[in-house]
């Protein structure tokens, strides 16, 4: 396998790009092939078997590009479909949740640790079985919170509708005393200094995100895989690719918002064909 091919990475959308930016931060001589499903988003809400056909059709795109590893960037697709497409496939596949309760599971001082994410995610209850696999003593509280990614997609970072619904989602997991909590959703990053302000600096917040691409450079170290010089002539929109199944355009201006560097063009792609 070429150590220039690109890193795959997917999402149901643009949630995944708080993904892309911190595997853009930590490795930056990586290329980069983002697909966002952006036609048949949110995953949040649907079932395990349609989120298993998305994400094969997903990699058979992202195939095309030769990449040379995938990252599953979003929550619920690596609750439902990981264990599944990353027996089926003979490049390395990671998803966002392993990385994420490592980092909880290291953090936590008194076993008491939260999750939040897509009523998906939660559903699965795989957060709090790969924590118990990593720390058996652990107790784990999870809290669907599905109205945080409307409120990102909206804009509505830092607003008094956010603190309110916030709040409520949050006041079930402060009678359990958490001292940890796994940020478990793509969106959830970018409030992180509204859930902060709202549990205090007694509580730390995991990111998988930023977790994961440690995982991902690791991944590619041992595996020979590790593009490590950065090539000067080869342009940023040749670098960064990105696809979308709907509205690129819209991806487009949320990208340039999350990103470093401005995204100039976004595919659209018909993703029921692969
Ligand atoms: N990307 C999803 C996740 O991390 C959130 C958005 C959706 O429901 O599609 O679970």
């Known amino acids: 396998m070429d150590k220039k091919a690109p890193i795959g990475i997917f999402d149901s959308g643009v949630g995944g790009l708080t993904v892309a930016r911190e595997i853009i931060r930590q490795i930056p001589e990586e290329r980069i092939v983002y697909f966002g499903d952006t036609a048949r988003l949110p995953y949040g809400s649907k079932s395990k078997d349609n989120i298993i056909r998305y994400s094969r059709q997903i990699i058979r795109f992202l195939r095309t590009k030769d990449v040379k590893a995938i990252v599953i960037a979003c929550n619920t697709a690596s609750a439902y479909a990981l264990e599944t497409v990353s027996k089926e496939s003979d490049i390395p596949i990671i998803g966002v949740i392993n990385a994420g309760a490592r980092a909880a599971a290291a953090a936590t001082r008194n076993g008491k640790i939260g999750v939040i994410g897509t009523r998906g995610t939660i559903q699965s209850g795989i ?148």
């Open 127 to 274: 957060y709090t079985k790969v924590l118990q696999e990593l720390k058996p003593s652990v107790q784990v509280t999870g809290k669907a919170c599905p109205l945080f990614v409307p409120l990102v997609e909206e804009g509505l970072l830092h607003d008094s509708v956010t603190d309110e619904i916030a709040s409520r989602y949050l006041s079930d997991l402060k009678g359990k005393y958490i001292d940890t909590l796994v940020l478990g959703c793509t969106h959830y990053p970018l409030l992180r200094s509204t859930l902060r302000r709202l549990l205090g600096e007694s509580v730390t917040l995991v990111n998988p995100a930023y977790e994961t691409a440690i995982e991902l450079r690791e991944l590619l170290l041992e595996q020979g895989l590790l593009h490590e010089k950065r090539s000067e002539d080869e342009s940023q929109e040749d670098k960064y690719q990105f696809f979308v199944s709907d509205l690129a355009e819209q991806f487009t201006s949320f990208a340039t918002a999350i990103l470093p560097n401005e995204v100039k063009k976004t595919k659209q792609i018909d993703i029921e064909t692969y």
